[in-house]
């Protein structure tokens, strides 16, 4: 029967009073600890010296014998002139307690007296030679050689960068700008790019064309317009979803359902505050179940093994205009044209920072505020003639009628806030080869 809380248990007839101590159960503060095992337990074992012990261990150590011995012969010393010191005294007692004897037994006691003390004394001069040699000996010490400094890599040394290419020194009172890691921080993402080169996937899908990616690509826009969602997040989404897409193939019926859920994924990767799955069924219209988007979520994380950490064209951009302080309309029209050859298949397969010099180098063209400056040569690592195809896909893009049913993105650079970078006139063809050619 249980006892209730608060109340004792009885104490039976021939059993000790006071509840019998477990294993486990540690002892108040209040209670003293005995200092012996009880019968039958195991003996106690430190990792090291039972620090109640500490006293009685000697301790070895190298170097340490000598300085040891010196100071024993120092304690003793005192004790021996002492002593060397008693026996003069009591030689002196016994000369004048024979002195009434004959003179041969005085002769003989002060002979014996005489002998005893230079004994003594050559003790005396022996110890205090012995510890002046010691003193002027060298004291040993235990000199430790540090481990010889490893080689850094030359894929890890920090690169050089000229004085005239520095962009990052005038943000080094910033720590969220990491100005000492900047540079490396890109030019590390230039490598990564690497493992995340796509090719046109779309002969692999049965049931889907380059106009329903573009047609999705144009609705995920509008989503993160509506959420007022990260620009990275909206980059994000696409990449996973072209890299799913390239893996997996897909009926037309789940191509929302795979947009909807990359978002979510992106917003949960770059968001501070991502939307939860019920604000992805509203805007899909409840065309699918709470079910269907986790499970989408599991499956899309299992087939880019959990590696969403893709390098997007957005942060190569702003750090390319920032190579040539470009103003806020200048990067915005850039950023329209970026965001426009999201939708295009054929621009799939170029990597985010060429994507991203491609479209600065046609906002500079268009703005007439030059070509690529040798500065965005050395941070970019493209130069002109490696720009150029991609710059002239994107002007044959963007000079091509727009279609009614893909107005996403015009309109959203449009407005105001945008500078209506939509709306300004592109550049010609010929001017556009003129600056190429430099």
Same mark, same amino acid.
């Given at each position: @029967? ?21 294993? %486990?159960?540690?002892? &108040? ?16 074992? $430190?990792?090291?010296?039972?620090? /109640? ?35 003069? /005294?009591?030689?002196?007692? %016994? ?5 009434? *004897? ?6 003989? &006691?002060?002979? /014996?007296?005489?002998?005893? &003390?230079?004994? %003594? ?7 205090? *030679? ?46 969220? @700008?990491?100005? *000492? ?20 996937? #779309? ?9 329903? =990616? ?6 995920? +826009?509008?989503?993160?317009? %509506? ?12 990449? @996973?979803?072209?890299?799913? !897409? ?16 990359? @978002? ?5 990767? *770059? ?17 699918? =179940? ?5 499970? #989408?979520?599991? $499956? ?27 103003? #806020? ?10 965001? #426009?050859? !999201? ?5 799939? /397969?170029? =990597? ?45 893009? !963007? ?21 209506? +970078? ?17």
């Amino acid at each position: @029967m249980p006892v209730p809380r608060g109340k004792k248990p009885a104490v039976t007839a021939g059993v000790p009073k006071g509840p019998r101590p477990s294993e %486990n159960q540690e002892e &108040g503060a209040q209670v003293k600890r005995s200092s012996s095992p009880p019968h039958g337990a195991p003996k106690k074992r $430190t990792a090291f010296i039972d620090i /109640t012990n500490a006293h009685k261990v000697q301790i070895s150590l190298p170097g340490r014998k000598k300085k040891k011995e010196t100071m024993k012969k120092k304690q003793q010393q005192p004790v021996r002139k002492a002593s060397s010191s008693s026996v003069a /005294t009591k030689n002196q007692a %016994n000369l004048k307690k024979c002195s009434s *004897e004959s003179s041969e037994d005085s002769t003989a &006691g002060r002979e /014996t007296a005489e002998e005893d &003390g230079e004994e %003594n004394d050559e003790v005396v001069v022996e110890e205090e *030679e012995e510890e002046q040699q010691e003193a002027a000996a060298p004291v040993e010490e235990l000199v430790v050689e540090a481990p010889p400094a490893a080689k850094v890599p030359a894929h890890l040394q920090k690169q050089h960068v000229p004085a005239e290419f520095d962009i990052d020194s005038e943000s080094s009172e910033d720590c969220y @700008m990491c100005p *000492e890691y900047a540079k490396d921080i890109f030019d590390y993402l230039k490598r990564r790019e690497e493992k995340f080169v796509l090719c046109d996937y #779309m002969a692999t899908q049965p049931s889907l064309n380059a106009e329903m =990616r573009a047609i999705l690509i144009d609705w995920l +826009v509008e989503v993160q317009e %509506n959420f007022e969602l990260y620009h990275e997040t909206l980059y994000l989404a696409v990449k @996973m979803t072209d890299h799913f !897409l390239a893996r997996t193939p897909v009926n037309r019926e789940l191509l929302q359902l795979v947009g909807s859920t990359t @978002m979510l994924i992106a917003s949960k990767f *770059e968001e501070r505050s991502p939307p939860c799955v019920d604000d992805f069924l509203y805007i899909c219209d409840d065309a699918y =179940r709470r079910e269907e988007i986790i499970s #989408m979520e599991a $499956t899309i994380l299992q087939s880019l093994s959990f590696d969403i950490s893709i390098p997007i064209p957005y942060r190569f951009l702003r750090r390319y205009a920032k190579c040539v302080s470009a103003g #806020m309309d200048t990067l915005t029209l850039a950023r329209f044209f970026c965001e #426009m050859s !999201l939708m295009e298949m054929e621009l799939v /397969t170029e =990597r985010g920072s060429l994507l991203a010099s491609a479209c600065l180098l046609l906002a500079l063209v268009t703005k007439d505020l030059g070509g690529w400056s040798p500065i965005l040569q050395f941070h970019s690592g493209y130069r002109t003639a490696e720009l150029a195809p991609v710059v002239r896909k994107l002007h044959r893009t !963007l000079s091509a009628p727009p279609d009614d049913k893909l107005r996403a993105i015009r309109s959203k650079y449009s407005h105001q806030v945008f500078f209506e +970078v939509a709306s300004l006139p592109l550049v010609s063809g010929d001017l556009l080869d003129e600056a190429l050619s430099q």
